[in-house]
């Protein structure tokens, strides 16, 4: 099962995340072989850090509140709240397949909240935007769409947006996203 998990930064947080960073790290080398996107939101240019995005393979809901609630940064205070979803890749690949590679444009976050669009949400295909990974958000059980996220590489924040139809949604938010992580060595 495929689930999305964003970890939103506590204000002031940042001396704490770095102070845990090998921690958080060593802590998702464990998760690595089902790992499909991640790596920080931020503000400022990359300054200031407001959030950690992961979106991976798991055996199941349980597998999925465990791998959120135990991540070091977590159970540190350095978070003030996380989403976690269901989530369906409706790519099928992993960042690590993006063309674009880790470099480039600059990347968003682009999380779609409140579905009120019927059947299943759809990115906007002629938006300019390189989509590094995209996909419903999904009830627990997953069988009822609630949402949106995407992950892309565009030209600014309101080039990301337009990825996800304005009106399908009673919230769209756009973050600026980094590819995170450790490279991938190949085996």
Do not use: K
Not at 46 to 72: I, K, Y
Not at 79 to 92: K, S
Not at 111 to 133: D, F, H, I, K, Y
């Amino acid at each position: 099962m495929e689930f999305f998990c964003y970890h939103r930064d506590r204000a002031g947080s940042r001396e704490l995340r770095e102070a845990l960073n090998d921690e958080h790290l060593a802590y998702m080398d464990r998760f690595a072989d089902g790992m499909i996107a991640r790596g920080p939101t931020t503000t400022d240019g990359g300054e200031t850090l407001t959030g950690s995005v992961h979106v991976l393979d798991l055996p199941g809901p349980e597998a999925a509140r465990a791998f959120a609630f135990e991540e070091p940064n977590y159970q540190a205070g350095a978070y003030r709240d996380v989403l976690l979803r269901r989530w369906r890749n409706t790519l099928g690949r992993t960042m690590d397949d993006y063309p674009g590679g880790p470099d480039g444009d600059p990347r968003f976050l682009v999380l779609g909240l409140g579905w009120r669009g019927t059947g299943e949400p759809l990115v906007a295909a002629s938006t300019g935007a390189g989509l590094v990974a995209a996909g419903p958000l999904l009830s627990d059980d997953g069988a009822v769409v609630v949402g949106a996220v995407a992950l892309v590489e565009a030209g600014g924040p309101v080039d990301a947006r337009r990825v996800l139809v304005a009106d399908d949604y009673t919230d769209v938010e756009v973050h600026d996203w980094h590819f995170g992580g450790r490279p991938r060595v190949a085996s």
